[in-house]
């Protein structure tokens, strides 16, 4: 090859290179990055929430809001508000305020299941609009709220939702939708509360702390949180709270006569931090006694939940699905209309006390 | 017939395996558990295993068709149909052969479309990539096997990655399991098939394959890279049906890189981009080895120079590319392409091996009779 | 392969420059040098002739030794003066009778006296007192492929030195010299040395093919060598070794390959050699195989990040930012926001900045070199970023880039790495990550083609060679790396074989 032809050819490679290489860029600092959406109904119109933090000037975050009727071009009338083109790519997460969850999330789920661009981010619901909630977030760091929610879910006992949780519940028959939900509490503050169930893409009820906890323990591997009971057994009286450090479940559905039954085993591994006076767990009994009362409370508040979600029609356990395992002619709609109604549920604990701390507990 | 390779064009018989392997994986495996669940549902693994069994029967035949005598395709048309004939089966195959890499780099340009650049205009990409495909098969059977070796080595670290979603797969829905009948699992069987073709090149570049003194070195080669696509394919199904249940899979066409989405590290998030980038590497293998085969049968039934006629059909295969916009006419051409794979790995190939053994009883008798 | 091309024809046609005919004609050219010298001496019946290139010969020689000579015979008045006698007793070494022409020319250009008889037939005496070491340099430190231990002796200009070093290291019989005469003006020497009954017979042949081919005019140094016989001219690797170190050649005679010195040139090359060649120091040798594997690990992970990290990050802020972490996104942000260029500017701007630098403390001498890089390095780097020219994160990483290019031992191939960097910038810039991948697959494929003396240069990584790994990412003890590496085909397999010292299998307190 002459180099004259050498140079052609490298010649016409450059050309055809910078022809074809103009792709539309996102330069880190020239988009608006959001980390938090936040989606609500207001006036029949859907209404988002846009959280952009401003790392450019080290200020506080901005709050921008818009209103559309369809999620698409929602993000076309956020874009109208905007400097910067607006790219949901660093999106963390994702709040459906309290309407809109009640009146069904199924348009906006749909939407951001097609968005290859979203990572898998967390949702949760809130009391109220998102709004109150995001505006709260905007002078603190910008990846408060998300370090909040990861932090509930690492050992707070709140059951682990992201968007692959939501895929799963959400397409997947047998199991019903669960979000955390977030609060504004009295004095101001960012607060996680409780869970909000969902039958279908509509919220049905919401479940406190302590409930959402026992959720926790029925379908996460991770049991990390803290369980607080009333010991009230013979002289032994007061409140107790309970770091359960990892444990294990196990589900099945058997049948019992002609009714089917949930049964529960929860094996629960404990770390003790403090005891109500009187109780001394050197002696056999009491550590028996204390184990025991622990045990059945669990149980009994588990199987009260588990009633509770009976009542309401919803399963976010995923009952349906361990049903179906053994079962060929399982139909969603048949297992919840007849089956699901009439269910016992049994849930048996077994607690074993890993660690005590290294205070002397006598004292 | 018999072609004679120069030694230093070919490559060792341990190569066989990569070249097997590579040829095989390509775009199929980022999106075909939503194709495969419509039959066997959760058993579809099963179907998987019974597609590869069968396949190990392909390359069997495969390896019963070629011979010394005639160690290529071309050549064995041409001992089966004469000149004519065997030159216009020949194109035929060349094809289809071509029509497979199409398929695999407009399903790539699709993947790169959907994901990392959805405003890239499709002829962007086909230039890019139609130079650089056009210098690496220029480069020569050899360098293609280089790649066939790298595509399969370097992006195997992939593997790993099966650590993050593992955290958070669930047995049961995998259960109930062995509950299809037969007659489904083999429609799942026939949309696996696809994921399995482009072995079947090897009745090209056979002869590119230096042959020790005991030929069987060439076809263990050859099933051993077959049954680790088995197992590549065995342990993403697996995974993938762990880690979502059925109806998510029937929802999300890209199974494989949902899945690839929960991969993080502190120093990198959305691993995904990072992986369709890497994933090149694994279909350079199918979409250059497809085009070098479809060169080497014109030059050995028309006797144009490989330069000419590769500038060609790379030209078609990036005309075509670009003509197909609307995202439906690339589900069709793959359809298309899964139905003239399958019929010609699956049914000309066996057919043409009973062709084959009838001539030569054909002449052995009539030699006896002389 | 390299066609005839148009170009040649006229090369063809060319005349050689020098073209004399007659002892006269060769004797008349150089007369026209004023250095140059006869001396007419009147011994005997006949006049002597003595002629020479003053600036060319040993003083010390000619005054001691061959004056001194032929004034003995003056005396001798009745003796007819023949050469034969005249060179049989004649107290040096290097005597040539020829009444070749060109011989004669070429032989006076180097140093040669030139003695003649008036009258006598066209036999002449060359006498060899050139002094080969006239302002050459003697000092043979390392000046480039610097080692912390180990020997530091370099080559130095002198063709004779530099092959009596490499004899110190190899004082095996099998070492062979072959000496060719390269270059229409410079004539230089150039010998290529090899280890006879182990370096491949195919190799040597190519060798001694490709020396002998080359038409060329000065070889200014060994490198232009190796650029005129490379496989392949067009790519920015070095296909041949070149090292200054006699550790490091004589390390690749004895592995099997062929080295080639030239006279004038502080450095030889070797080959054929593969890419992972040019990563070995010849320190890891001398240090114990783990320190030794690390650092050679470390040096070859450093290419990786020198090549790659600026091209990743004008990828991935322009394109990708999904794929940066929430902690680091405000960093990067926060340190860009004022740069009013895009990315590719921004890194182009200081590639070239390092470049420069490095460029300027290479032609400075090395005193004030040291004080540029400090003003370069903190003043200039500092002030870009508080003139928000560039973000500090970028900075960073050029420096850091620029730094891992350097630990490359070989400088031609650190050279190349430098500058494979911008290939990498650009296509990042153009298809973001798609366009590395893309520079990833051209620049494998570009490997996968080179040959270094028609051997492929990407062994053992393709052809894939796992036992190659051993002393090439690796450097396993000397133990395992015995043998000679396959893709040199050498005649003999093992270098040596170690004794297995006597090991007893000790179980916990086993007396």
Redesign the interface.
């Known amino acids: 090859?002459?180099n004259k032809k050498?140079a052609q050819r490298i010649g016409c490679v450059a050309l055809s290179?910078?022809l074809?290489?103009c792709?539309p860029?996102?330069?880190?600092?020239e988009?608006s990055?959001m980390?938090y959406i936040g989606f609500d109904r207001e006036k029949k119109m859907l209404k988002a929430s846009v959280v952009y933090?401003n790392?450019?000037?080290?200020g506080n975050s901005t709050l921008l809001t818009a209103e559309a009727k369809n999620p698409s071009s929602l993000q076309n009338e956020l874009g109208h508000k905007s400097q910067f083109e607006y790219?949901v790519?660093?999106l963390?997460v994702m709040i459906f305020g309290d309407k809109l969850s009640r009146y069904g999330l199924a348009d906006v789920l749909d939407t951001i299941c097609k968005d290859p661009?979203i990572?898998v981010i967390r949702i949760v619901i809130s009391d109220g609009s998102p709004d109150l909630i995001l505006r709260k977030t905007l002078n603190k760091s910008?990846?408060y709220l998300?370090n909040l929610i990861d932090k509930s879910i690492e050992d707070e006992g709140i059951p682990d939702i992201n968007l692959h949780v939501m895929y799963d519940q959400y397409f997947g028959s047998g199991i019903d939708m669960s979000f955390p939900n977030l609060k504004v509490d009295s004095k101001g503050d960012i607060k996680i509360d409780g869970m909000g169930i969902f039958k279908g893409d509509k919220l049905k009820f919401k479940i406190s702390d302590k409930e959402a906890f026992l959720l926790k323990l029925m379908m996460d591997r991770n049991k990390n949180g803290v369980y607080s009971f009333n010991l009230d057994k013979n002289e032994h009286k007061g409140n107790i709270g309970v770091r359960i450090l990892y444990g294990k479940h196990k589900v099945k559905v058997i049948k019992e006569g002609n009714q089917e039954k949930a049964k529960m085993d929860l094996t629960l591994n404990i770390k003790l931090e403090g005891l109500p006076k009187g109780v001394k767990l050197e002696k056999e009994r009491d550590l028996i006694l204390f184990k025991k009362a622990l045990q059945k409370s669990i149980s009994t508040e588990a199987e009260s939940l588990l009633k509770d979600f009976q009542a309401n029609g919803v399963d976010p356990v995923g009952l349906g699905r361990i049903y179906k395992v053994n079962r060929s002619n399982y139909s969603e709609q048949n297992f919840y209309k007849m089956i699901y109604r009439n269910m016992k549920f049994d849930v048996n604990t077994k607690i074993i006390v890993r660690q005590t701390g290294v205070g002397n507990i006598e004292s | 017939m018999k072609v004679n390779v120069e030694k230093h064009f070919q490559?060792?018989a341990?190569f066989t395996f990569f070249l097997i392997h590579s040829s095989q994986t390509g775009v199929g495996i980022l999106n075909f558990q939503n194709q495969v669940i419509k039959g066997a549902e959760q058993d579809a693994w099963i179907s998987l295993i019974i597609t590869g069994v069968i396949t190990h029967i392909i390359l069997y035949i495969i390896f019963k068709l070629l011979d010394e005598e005639n160690n290529d395709l071309v050549a064995v048309h041409h001992y089966c149909f004469g000149k004519t004939m065997g030159n216009i089966l020949s194109v035929l195959a060349m094809i289809y052969f071509w029509l497979a890499s199409l398929t695999v780099l407009r399903a790539y340009i699709e993947v790169?479309q959907i994901w990392?650049?959805p405003t890239i205009k499709t002829w962007q990409l086909c230039i890019?990539f139609g130079l650089?495909f056009y210098?690496?098969i220029k480069?020569g059977f050899?360098?293609l096997s280089?790649?066939s070796?790298?595509g399969v080595v370097l992006p195997s670290f992939l593997f790993f990655l099966i650590y993050f979603p593992m955290k958070h797969t669930n047995y049961i829905y995998l259960l109930p399991a062995f509950s299809h009948s037969l007659s489904e699992l083999f429609i799942s069987s026939k949309a696996f098939s696809l994921l399995f073709l482009g072995f079947e090149w090897i009745v090209i570049y056979y002869p590119f394959i230096r042959r020790n003194p005991n030929s069987k070195n060439i076809s263990k080669w050859a099933y051993f890279g077959n049954l680790y696509t088995i197992i590549v394919y065995l342990i993403v199904t697996l995974i993938s049906f762990l880690y979502f249940n059925q109806e998510v899979l029937q929802q999300l066409p890209w199974a494989t890189l949902m899945m690839v989405k929960i991969v993080h590290?502190?120093?990198?998030?959305?691993?995904e981009?990072?992986f369709i980038?890497?994933w090149?590497?694994v279909v350079?293998s199918p979409i250059c080895i497809s085009l070098w085969a479809c060169t080497r049968i014109i030059k050995r039934t028309f006797s144009i120079p490989p330069k000419a006629s590769l500038k060609m059909l790379l030209l078609a295969e990036m005309i075509a590319a670009i003509s197909l916009q609307e995202f439906k006419s690339i589900d069709h051409l793959i359809n298309l392409t899964s139905k003239v794979g399958i019929g010609f790995v699956y049914l000309y190939l066996p057919l043409l091996l009973i062709i084959k053994l009838i001539k030569n009883n054909f002449i052995k008798n009539r030699l006896n009779k002389i | 392969m390299v066609?005839n091309?148009t170009?040649s024809d006229t090369n063809t046609n060319q005349k050689p420059i020098v073209n004399h005919s007659t002892f006269k004609e060769v004797i008349d050219a150089a007369k026209k040098s004023n250095d140059f010298k006869e001396i007419r001496k009147n011994i005997s019946t006949s006049m002597v002739f003595i002629s020479y290139f003053n600036t060319l010969i040993d003083r010390d020689i000619m005054q001691k030794v061959l004056l001194p000579y032929i004034a003995d015979y003056e005396p001798r008045q009745n003796e007819v003066l023949d050469l034969h006698t005249f060179q049989k007793d004649l107290p040096l070494e290097d005597v040539v009778k020829t009444s070749d022409i060109k011989e004669i020319e070429d032989k006076i250009y180097k140093g040669y006296v030139l003695i003649k008889l008036e009258n006598a037939s066209d036999e002449c005496l060359l006498i060899n007192v050139s002094n080969s070491s006239t302002g050459m340099r003697q000092f043979n430190e390392t000046e480039n492929e610097f080692s912390v231990t180990g020997p530091k002796i370099g080559f130095v200009e002198n063709l004779d030195m530099n092959i009596s070093l490499l004899r110190k290291k190899l004082k095996s019989p099998l070492l062979v010299t072959e000496e060719l005469v390269i270059g229409t003006l410079s004539k230089t020497r150039v010998m290529m040395v090899y280890l006879d009954g182990i370096t491949n017979e195919e190799h040597i042949k190519t060798v001694r093919k490709r020396l002998s081919n080359i038409d060329f005019d000065i070889v200014w140094d060994v490198s232009a060598l190796d650029q005129i016989i490379s496989d392949n001219s067009?790519t920015p690797f070095p296909l041949y070794l070149t090292s200054e170190r006699i550790d490091r050649i004589s390390y690749t005679v004895s592995n099997g390959q062929v080295a080639i010195f030239s006279d004038g040139s502080p450095y030889a090359i070797s080959g054929p050699c593969t890419l992972l060649d040019f990563f070995i120091s010849p320190e890891d040798y001398y240090y114990n195989w783990i320190i030794g594997s690390l650092f050679r690990l470390i040096r070859i992970l450093g290419i990786f990040f020198s090549i790659f990290t600026s091209s990743i990050y004008v990828a991935v802020?322009?394109?990708?930012?999904?794929?940066?972490?929430?902690?680091?996104?405000?960093p990067?942000?926060?340190t860009?926001?004022?740069?009013p260029f895009?990315?590719l500017i921004e890194v182009i701007f200081l590639e070239i900045t390092i470049e420069l630098l490095r460029e300027a403390g290479a032609r400075l001498p090395s005193k004030i070199g040291q004080t540029l890089g400090i003003v370069g390095g903190i003043v200039i780097g500092q002030a870009a970023v508080a003139a928000s020219l560039t973000s500090n994160i970028l900075l960073i990483i050029v420096a850091l880039s620029a730094l891992a290019s350097f630990t490359t031992p070989i400088i031609t191939m650190s050279n190349s790495i430098r500058l494979l960097r911008f290939p990498f910038i650009i296509?990042s810039?153009?298809?973001?990550?798609?366009?590395?991948?893309?520079g990833?697959?051209?620049l494998?494929?570009h490997l996968?083609?080179l040959k270094s003396f028609g051997t492929p240069y990407?062994v053992p990584?393709?052809?894939?060679r796992i036992k190659n790994f051993n002393d090439s990412f690796l450097r396993l003890s000397y133990k395992k790396i015995n043998k000679r590496s396959d893709f040199l085909h050498p005649k003999l397999k093992m270098k040596y074989s170690p004794k297995e010292r006597e090991k007893r299998k000790e179980d916990i307190n086993d007396e």
Not at chain 2, 265 to 271: D, I, K, M, V
Request: proline share 5%; hydrophobic share 50%; charged share 15%.
């Open positions: 090859m002459t050498f290179l910078f074809s290489g792709i860029k996102s330069i880190i600092d988009v990055l980390h933090p790392y450019a000037t080290e790219e790519g660093q963390r661009k990572g910008p990846l998300k | 490559v060792s341990f790169i990392v650049y890019v650089t210098y690496l480069s050899r360098t280089g790649f070796f790298w590290f502190s120093f990198l998030e959305r691993f981009y990072a980038f890497i090149l590497l350079i | 066609k091309d170009d067009n802020v322009t394109y990708h930012y999904e794929m940066i972490p929430g902690d680091l996104l405000g990067l942000i926060k860009r926001a004022n740069v895009p990315p296509m810039a153009l298809f973001g990550g798609l366009g590395i991948i893309l990833i697959t051209i494998l494929c996968f083609n990407m990584l393709y052809p894939f």
